[in-house]
């Protein structure tokens, strides 16, 4: 308990302002091609996959925010949305660096990542797959071109910064499913089948909100907008090409409706528990998608969320604001490691040593080889604490909180519950991406609860929880 309150207190501490102030709203916008050259190593899944082909461009979408008073500057944030699997240790590193002389005058800071944890985009660190030393692009040239990319669009978005009005509105489309399926014995298993006897139902919450943020230039141009759904882009995650999955089609129907250069940002809510695929009814889907007129999935997911999005942007459209309280504040919130078991270390030591002389099953070593690494650092003292970056974004009557995780949808929850805003926006796989699974799910076991498959446990989640919402206390200090 102390642990827990020395955090949030650091966090506070390290947040407190007196005031959050208004502003003229300034902001500029960019789209930007990340596809990688071919071929190239796909990130996401247990074995290695090479793309020749991409069926779609992948895209980087670039927002700049700034408020103003007068000649003072009273905040400012460039947030990017990117078609990746996450943002890998080193990349948000790298892309500050690159952006520092050409922004000079910007807080280096206040530059965000997302991922929207596409499983058809580039590896981007090298050693995590055994692939060909030649006639395959590296991951790591991938990065070093991804980052200056990213880098010289952070810097074209913010060079076009110009006054605008935003506006915020909501809507519900299903989108997401819980993947993990409950079953008689007490187990769960993340996409089990829901045809048997023993199952006895889907494991978590499943949150259906699709929050909208819509930019105007003065002359009530639609520049830019950003949507929220609390599910990674996974539909066609097992193959072997580049896609940036249901954001594609979802993007260009909004650009075919609204504008070739409309920017759209896609951020991924609280979903480390959900997937666009079916758990059950898959039947029923294809009748009603074939009556729609022989619908893809991709094409019926896009459909809804451009559905939900018009809802939304019909509304927002009524409350268009030119100046808004703004405050853009980042903080480091330390989180427990998530404890391993002298069991644990055993089961996954076998396990590793069953792939280690094998280099093509070198993601199953490293994934349990981890394990055996934690518990010896922990053993000796020396695991110290997860350290992850947190910004808290006050747009308004709305609200923008980071986290690093695939991160179970009842913490999200958890935080709009309790989040003083309006509305509140959950940006996860804002640095490298482990799952962050529920006390539920860790007592059900599975793929993405077991200790393999997060660094940050149920304890720590909760003070990722209750640190995000006092940084968000911290931003609506009359509630």
């Known amino acids: 308990m102390h642990f827990l309150i020395r955090i949030r207190c650091l966090l506070i501490g390290a947040l407190v302002l007196p005031t959050v102030a208004a502003g003229e709203l300034r902001f500029g916008a960019a789209t930007l091609d990340i596809t990688p050259t071919l071929p190239a190593a796909l990130d996401g899944q247990r074995q290695v996959r090479i793309a020749t082909r991409a069926e779609t461009p992948l895209h980087a979408s670039v927002l700049a925010l700034e408020a103003r008073e007068g000649d003072r500057m009273v905040d400012q944030a460039i947030l990017v949305s990117c078609d990746l699997v996450a943002i890998r240790q080193g990349i948000l590193e790298k892309v500050r660096a690159k952006l520092a002389p050409l922004l000079p005058g910007f807080d280096l800071r206040k530059l965000v990542l997302s991922a929207t944890h596409t499983h058809t985009a580039p590896v981007t660190l090298d050693g995590k797959y055994d692939l060909p030393a030649e006639g395959v692009l590296q991951p790591s040239d991938y990065a070093e071109w991804l980052t200056q990319r990213l880098a010289e669009g952070a810097a074209e978005a913010w060079r076009g910064l110009r006054p605008g009005r935003v506006g915020w509105g909501q809507s519900q489309a299903v989108v997401a499913q819980n993947r993990r399926a409950t079953y008689a014995d007490g187990t769960a298993a993340m996409y089990g089948p829901t045809n048997v006897p023993h199952f006895r139902g889907i494991e978590g919450y499943e949150d259906h909100d699709v929050d909208v943020l819509c930019f105007w230039d003065m002359n009530d141009r639609l520049v830019a907008t950003a949507i929220n759904i609390a599910c990674p882009s996974q539909e066609v995650g097992g193959q072997s090409v580049v896609h940036a999955d249901f954001w594609h089609p979802v993007r260009e129907q909004l650009r075919s409706r609204h504008g070739r250069d409309l920017t759209v940002l896609t951020w991924t809510g609280a979903g480390g528990d959900q997937v666009p695929n079916l758990m059950y009814g898959k039947s029923s889907d294809a009748r009603m998608r074939r009556l729609r007129g022989d619908l893809s999935r991709l094409d019926e997911i896009a459909r809804r969320v451009v559905l939900a999005w018009e809802d939304a942007h019909a509304a927002a459209a009524q409350e268009k604001h030119a100046a808004v309280p703004f405050a853009h504040h980042v ?149």
């Not at 926006?425 to 599975?446: E, H, K, M, N």
């Not at 997060?454 to 990722?464: C, K």
């Open 331 to 479: 903080g480091t919130l330390q989180l427990p490691w998530r404890k391993v078991t002298i069991l644990e270390r055993s089961a996954a030591m076998q396990e590793a040593a069953k792939y280690a002389d094998n280099p093509k099953q070198r993601w199953n070593y490293l994934w349990n080889q981890r394990v055996v690494d934690r518990f010896n650092a922990q053993k000796a003292g020396d695991a110290g604490a997860y350290e992850m970056e947190l910004h808290a974004i006050r747009l308004g009557d709305v609200a923008l909180a980071t986290n690093d995780f695939e991160l179970f949808t009842d913490y999200g929850i958890q935080i709009k519950g309790r989040s003083p805003a309006l509305q509140t926006f959950i940006l996860q796989l804002s640095g490298p991406g482990t799952y962050l699974p529920t006390a539920r799910a860790v007592a059900g076991g599975g793929y993405s609860a077991v200790i393999q498959s997060s660094q940050v446990g149920p304890e720590g989640g909760q003070v990722l929880v209750n640190g995000t919402v006092d940084a968000l206390r911290v931003l609506w200090p009359a509630r």
